[in-house]
């Protein structure tokens, strides 16, 4: 069966600090992946998404950036975080596309603040 | 991208049905409604989904409207366990880029 771990489930940092969140999946191959991040109280905002190694896209401009070293490992990172960069992230992945259901499974999610 | 609209809370009394609305009027032929919640400091978890027919499992079924511009996801019978915000989402079959959250349902189950 498939699983997604993320890590860390919590983390306090500095403003100015670098950050570097991984997600990795188990049980499945060439998954799409996704990071999402949810501030206190909003939606889930779609922060980075990727289709294969090497291959990512970006949402939105910020100071975040995500790397896929891997088929299955997904890492965010920043050099400097900001205070607005506090909130709940999340790793999802889901498999295939083109006519395919596309669920996405997520995983447990990091809070993140800065302080 | 196509947006949907929820009801931003609801609530329901345990052991009754809870139908939860959706919009999605600019939704597009490749897009399937997918229904997710999310329990507090958790992630999302994925209840259901479908294209143009209504759909049955074992946590929800999904009603579409014949146009395809509004969607209601039925639990029911409520639990207290089933509080959690209720998320509709557009997912296309045609691109993985296609997300978009709404802005979701808070469910509140009364004993």
């Known amino acids: 069966s498939q699983t997604i771990h993320q890590w860390p489930a919590t983390l306090v940092q500095p403003v100015g600090s670098p950050l570097s969140l991984e997600c990795t999946v188990e049980?499945?191959?060439?998954?799409?992946l996704y990071w999402y991040r949810q501030a206190a109280g909003r939606g889930l905002q779609l922060l980075f998404y990727s289709v294969g190694i090497g291959q990512i896209s970006s949402e939105v401009p910020q100071n975040l950036s995500a790397s896929r070293p891997q088929d299955r490992q997904f890492i965010l990172s920043s050099k400097k975080l900001l205070l607005s960069d506090s909130g709940f992230y999340l790793c999802a992945w889901s498999v295939g596309a083109g006519g395919t259901r596309n669920i996405q499974y997520f995983g447990a999610g990091t809070r993140l603040s800065v302080l | 991208d196509a947006k949907t609209t929820q009801p931003n809370s609801m609530e329901s009394n345990e052991e009754e049905p809870v139908h939860l609305p959706c919009n999605h009027s600019t939704i597009s032929g490749t897009d399937y409604i997918h229904w997710y919640r999310q329990l507090p400091s958790q992630g999302p978890e994925y209840v259901i989904h479908?294209?143009?027919s209504n759909v049955n499992n074992r946590m929800a079924s999904l009603a579409i409207a014949e146009d395809r511009k509004s969607s209601t996801l039925i639990l029911h019978r409520a639990t207290l366990r089933d509080a959690a915000v209720y998320y509709c989402i557009l997912i296309s079959s045609g691109s993985a880029r296609q997300l978009t959250f709404g802005s979701g349902t808070q469910l509140t189950v009364l004993p």
């Open positions: 479908g294209l143009t």
């Open positions: 049980g499945t191959s060439n998954p799409n």
